[in-house]
């Protein structure tokens, strides 16, 4: 009984709570995170910190203030940067709902990967982190108001989650980013973030390559880089008329699916690229019927057409004036036709140039939503 | 021996079972994919087959001692005085295990989930519990094990299920890109886990009730274990890609990370160290509990329970000054642990048989000239 009692006391002792507790209201609730290098090569830290005090105001009309601050320090290391961060702030930093991180242009063209260790290394970062990138500098970005939403940083991490619908289905997250710079290409891609006109804008894609920023792509771009990536799910294709190539029709993708193979002849490659595309009409300006068999046959061929277009331009751009294989082809190669990549590896840069490309594009037209036909163009009919 | 502790033939699996994936769900694809690369998952079934002949060989070796403790059956063979060194021997080799199993508890907590709490303090605790669970005895171990067998059976289905969507079976591709050399490379630094790991378990066998079905579960419970680290190493390979998994401390763990569905379920990597806290807690207490047998049976003790919190603060020191820092550990499975190992799993009990046969034969010798 007295080894019980001395027991239950020792443990009561022990247990007295944890020592190093945190209270919520104690955190600094970090958002958004962003990484400049500076002229004199400094790395600058700008973090998106939430007020919480201002959600539960502002409803009732009290005053416009806004729901985030951000703080801005420098340093030899991000780490460096952070810890002025900790040794001046009156809460402990948190990074564990951190929604985002951006890096600045200066940083992106000298190469991230030193920042990238960092936010692989530190505590509490998701994996599920969006990686940005932005023609401005990260700070900039960061002070931006977003207008709807009270913090900016949730804005764009509920706009990156619809997006799939429009471009793509393919949100380069932390893990996917570093997933793509370990592959053979080393390409990745981050959402370019800029402004527009003092309002947040997404502007398509940056592409990095080893770590290094190498060209922006617009939204259109992103969408067909993705395409060579199988990622796209939806998104618009406009179809002129033939009576008036000022009109369009909207086709919209429901889905599309892309594969990509290599064949191998001697010394020459080439790739077959099949894109199958599925959709519906969501308007015609054309002005006409268009529910017919042969009108619907001749618009899907025209969204083939417009497609493999795109696409084609695309590959022309990475071949010829990229001259990077920013689609995947060394990969590919080495996996599906092992025994024939040593051929091509010493002078990949001369042979990648050069490689054909054959585009076949299949696209079908399902449905057309509620209605078949537009509305009669009534001067027509008087005709 | 007959007031000895007995256990039933299904806890002897569920033990053999969570004694294979313990310690090594966290360890082993990281060794494997260093050397063999995108093909690490040939070599760990590679691995699973030669530790099931491995096992077939302890089944045939247990033959010669059916009742009794291994080490006694090593002093029989050998004699007292060079029985009783090499029961020491062995005895140092558990006491070094034991406490490179704690060391890495106390990596991997202070390196990925408390990392201001002083790695002594994690060591300490641990420890304890293991001394609670030697201090019981395999009885009571055996049926914690059946409570937390369904657990991590049913925390392993979840996390499989949930990894399929971030597994990406091209990462596989290339097969065999540099030829059948680095699956050869891989194997042999990674058979020691956990497969020359086994022969620890000899110190249950005079524990298991139905003796003549011994041998099968023995088989079973290892093929078990050898298929969940097959699983691991396969999903590591699909969710991190080869340079992926060789570059990180703790893959399994990372992969789990990325696990992301309609982003509601995220961080589920405490799924995967429960699972690791469980098993690791079975096989050092195992191994604890084999030490203590050990010591009492080296130094004609009456119990072995006297010895154990003197062994626990042993084990606790030993275990901070044997991983002073994280690739310290790794560096010596990486390289050392086949040798050392094998010198106890493979190398010793075949010398042993190989003296009793011709002991045997001499025997015969000897019968015949009598005749």
Known sequence: MKKKVALIITIILFLTGCWDKTEVDDLAMVMAIGIDLTEKGRYEVTLQVAKPGVFGKGENGGAKEDAFVTVTNQGKTVSDAMMQFYATSPRRVYLGHNKMIIFGRRLSEKGIKDALDWIERVEGLRFSNYIFTTPNTAKEILKINYGIEKIPALAIQSNIRLRYKYIAKFTPTMNVFIDRLMSHNKVSFATNLGTEQNNLEILGTGIYKDGRLIQYLNNKQTQDIMRIYNHVKGGLILVPCKNNPKNYTSFDILDEKTTLTPEIKGKKITFHLNIEANGIIEGTQCGEKIMTKEKIHQLEKGVSKIIEKRVRSMIHFSQKELKTDILNYAELIKKKEPGEWPKFEKNWDKVFPTIETKIVVKSSIKRSSWVKDPIPNKEKNKR | MDNIE?????????????????????????????????????????????????????????????????????????????????????????????????????????????????????????????????????????????????????????????????????????????????????????????????????????????????????????????????????????????????????????????????????????????????????????????????????????????????????LLFSSLYMSPNVIHLREFVARTWILYAGTFAVLIPMLLMAVEIIKKRKKRGMQHVQK
């Open chain 2, 6 to 314: 007995k256990i039933r033939i299904n806890q002897f699996v569920t033990l053999v079972f969570l004694y294979t994936i313990g310690s090594s769900i966290l360890i082993a694809p990281n060794v494997v994919v260093m050397y063999g690369k995108n093909d690490a998952w040939i070599t760990v079934l590679l691995n699973l087959c030669m530790g099931l002949l491995l096992v077939a060989f302890y089944n045939k070796l247990a033959q010669s001692f059916e009742q009794n403790y291994y080490f006694e059956y090593v002093q029989t063979v050998l004699g007292p005085w060079l029985g009783k060194f090499i029961s020491f021997l062995y005895l140092l080799f558990f006491i070094l295990f034991s406490s490179l199993l704690l060391g890495e508890v106390g990596d991997f907590i202070s390196s990925v989930v408390i990392k201001d709490t002083p790695i002594e303090a994690i060591i300490g605790l641990f420890a304890l519990i293991i001394i609670f669970g030697a201090k019981y005895g395999i009885e009571t171990l055996a049926r914690t094990g059946e409570l937390i067998l369904p657990i991590i059976i049913l925390l392993f289905v979840f996390l499989f299920i949930f990894l399929i969507p971030q597994a990406k079976p091209e990462k596989l591709l290339p097969i065999l890109e540099n030829g059948i050399k680095p699956i050869l490379r891989s194997s042999y630094t990674s058979l020691g886990l956990p497969y020359f790991e086994l022969f620890i378990l000899f110190i249950l066998f005079p524990h298991v009730k139905s003796q003549e079905k011994r041998g099968k579960a023995l088989l079973l419970g290892v093929f078990m274990g050898g298929v969940i680290i097959f699983f691991i190493t396969l999903f590591a390979l699909m969710v991190l890609g080869n340079e992926g998994t060789a570059r990180l401390h703790f893959p399994t763990y990372t992969m789990t990370k990325t696990i992301s569905i309609a982003k509601i379920i995220e961080r589920l990597e405490a799924f995967l160290s429960s699972i690791w806290f469980l098993t690791i807690f079975m096989k050092v207490s195992l191994i604890f509990h084999g030490i203590s047998l050990y010591i009492k049976h080296l130094f004609q003790l009456k119990s072995n329970k006297v010895v154990l919190y003197p062994l626990g603060m042993i």
